[in-house]
């Protein structure tokens, strides 16, 4: 069964702290891991698709790697608007084009 | 621009009402969902719809009913809602680019949904 996990549950940070988050991932065959941001009682914000090991790619102080079997989304000098839940999801080659798997996500607190 | 739009933004209904719940997007995207999303949970797959035609079914009561009269339109109609329905409601898009190894799905802003 495919599944993502998600760790830590919650983060507290100082400003300017840089740290990671992480995405642990079992599946059949990856077609794509994707990171989103999600405010309380809004939509995901689409971040980052990522689709083979090794790629990294990267969006203002956020970037997000990929491997075999897990990714980070590694924060730099954060600020207090970065303050959010962040979902990662992966889709698999045996369900298909359009189901994602969601991991439980990480509840990010940057303090001033 | 990479914009799903939802109306409305809230809404409150009563068991016994008849409402509905529209969701647009202007990307020339081919694939749209439905999704429910409880309170510090991720959101679950409801319906997808593909090339207009409705694809998935993840098993959801018949009161909701999925809509999709063109493809830049979506709606779901409710009927008949239980308080344990209350949740935020989410549609999302993807481009169904089938030369791609995966396809990524855009949310729009959800609609919070209160059953009383």
């Known amino acids: 069964e495919d599944q993502v996990t998600q760790s830590p549950e919650a983060l507290r940070l100082q400003e300017g702290e840089s740290s990671s988050l992480n995405c642990s991932y079992t599946?059949?065959?990856?077609?794509?891991l994707f990171w989103y941001r999600q405010d309380p009682g809004k939509g995901p914000e689409f971040l980052f698709t990522?689709?083979?090991a090794g790629e990294e790619k990267e969006k203002e102080r956020l970037k997000a790697t990929l491997t075999k079997k897990e990714s980070f989304l590694h924060i730099t000098a954060p600020k207090p608007e970065d303050s959010a839940t962040y979902l990662c999801?992966?889709?698999?080659?045996?369900?298909?084009?359009?189901?994602?798997?969601f991991g439980t996500g990480t509840r990010l607190l940057v303090s001033p | 621009d990479t914009e799903v739009t939802q109306t409305p933004k809230h809404l409150v209904m009563g068991m016994t009402n008849k409402k509905s719940l529209k969701c647009e997007q202007h990307?020339?995207?081919?694939?749209m969902y439905w999704y429910k999303q409880k309170a510090k949970k991720p959101p679950e797959l409801m319906f997808v719809?593909?090339?207009?035609?409705?694809?998935i079914n993840e098993s959801v009561p018949s009161r909701f009913s999925p809509e999709c009269p063109n493809s830049s339109l979506l709606n779901l109609h409710l009927h008949a809602l239980q308080p344990e329905d209350s949740a935020l409601y989410l549609c999302?898009?993807?481009?169904?680019?089938?030369?791609?190894?995966?396809?990524?799905?855009?949310f729009g802003p959800g609609t919070r949904l209160t059953v009383l």
């Open positions: 990307m020339g995207h081919r694939a």
């Open positions: 990522l689709y083979s």
């Open positions: 999302a898009s993807s481009p169904l680019y089938l030369d791609q190894a995966a396809d990524t799905q855009y």
């Open positions: 999801a992966v889709q698999a080659m045996n369900t298909g084009f359009q189901k994602l798997v």
């Open positions: 719809y593909s090339y207009e035609k409705l694809s």
């Open positions: 599946v059949s065959g990856l077609r794509g």
